[in-house]
Nanobody
Framework: QVQLAESGGGLVQAGGSLRLSCTAG???????MGWYRQAPGKARELVAS????????????VKGRFTISRDNPENTLYLQQIHLQMNSLKPEDTAVYYC?????????WGRGTQVTVSS
């Protein structure tokens, strides 16, 4: 079992920025990590993810505003820590943000961190 530690949520005004971080307790052959979010009454949705080669993927709703990155880019086999820089935040970005990590056989979830954007 891989434990995921999330940090960086909080309250910010519209137009502001926040940075989320997620650290896996071990690499355990993790080859993709990312962030999902879930707003009240809505399904959980992918925000952004990155693979071990450093290739990012974004939902259309956050492209150009959010940037996902990883630590230790010289390790192209496994991931352990990622960050999500969120700029130009909008009230509709308000949600609980969950870190997700995947290996070839399993996936793991963090407990979630609240992001609230006030108008």
């Amino acid at each position: 079992q891989v434990q995921l530690a999330e940090s960086g949520g909080g309250l910010v005004q519209a137009g502001g920025s926040l940075r989320l971080s997620c650290t896996a307790g071990s690499t355990s052959a993790i080859n993709r990590m990312g962030w999902y979010r879930q707003a009240p009454g809505k399904a959980r949705e992918l925000v952004a993810s990155i693979n071990s080669a450093g290739s990012p993927d974004y939902s259309d709703s956050v492209k150009g505003r959010f940037t996902i990155s990883r630590d230790n880019p010289e390790n192209t086999l496994y991931l352990q820590q990622i960050h999500l820089q969120m700029n130009s935040l909008k009230p509709e970005d308000t949600a609980v943000y969950y870190c997700n990590a995947r290996s070839s056989f399993q996936q793991y979830w963090g407990r979630g961190t609240q992001v609230t954007v006030s108008s």
